[in-house]
């Protein structure tokens, strides 16, 4: 059997973090997914899906995305029953979050997240403004040994 989903889009709201009575962190959130297909003359669709994370990966969520960042969210699909305060019988479908990725630039997200993955950016490479006559011409005329 096989229960794999992955979705990217952007968050309607910051993550919600809380702990659990045994101490785990868990932060809730929803992403925002436009649909791929849309019928001419209509507006695009959106999916607004559900997504939860736990331990590292919900603190991880907390302290880097914040309402309006892109987000790719790979996890499984899992369903939950409850009733409401009404007393019907509902379901809840959301995804477990197995892994969390930043998507797009820093700029675009605004939320100062490193770029790229968790373990940060490396800085910027400075280079200094020189003249031509700093760098001479290599002549070579052998084959390259590969």
Do not use: H
């Not at 736990?54 to 995305?65: C, H, N, T, Y």
């Not at 790719?72 to 509902?90: F, P």
């Not at 675009?108 to 950016?121: H, I, K, L, Q, Y």
């Amino acid at each position: 059997m096989l229960n794999c989903v992955v979705i990217m889009g952007r968050l309607v709201a910051d993550p919600e973090l809380r702990t659990t009575t045994s101490g785990l962190s868990v932060a809730t959130f929803r992403v925002a997914v436009d649909r791929r297909y849309q019928r001419s003359g209509e507006e695009k669709q959106t999916d607004f899906i559900s997504c939860v994370a736990w331990r590292e990966k919900a603190d991880f969520v907390s302290q880097w995305f914040r309402k309006g960042s892109m987000i790719a969210v790979q996890g499984t699909l899992q369903s939950r029953s409850y009733e409401d305060k009404n007393g019907q019988k509902r379901t809840a479908y959301e995804v477990v979050a197995d892994n969390i990725s930043f998507c797009g630039s820093k700029a675009e997200s605004g939320t100062g997240a490193p770029a790229g993955n968790m373990g940060g950016a490396a800085p910027a490479a400075s280079y200094s403004n020189s003249s031509p006559e700093d760098f001479s011409q290599v002549v070579d005329d052998d084959d390259l040994p590969f």
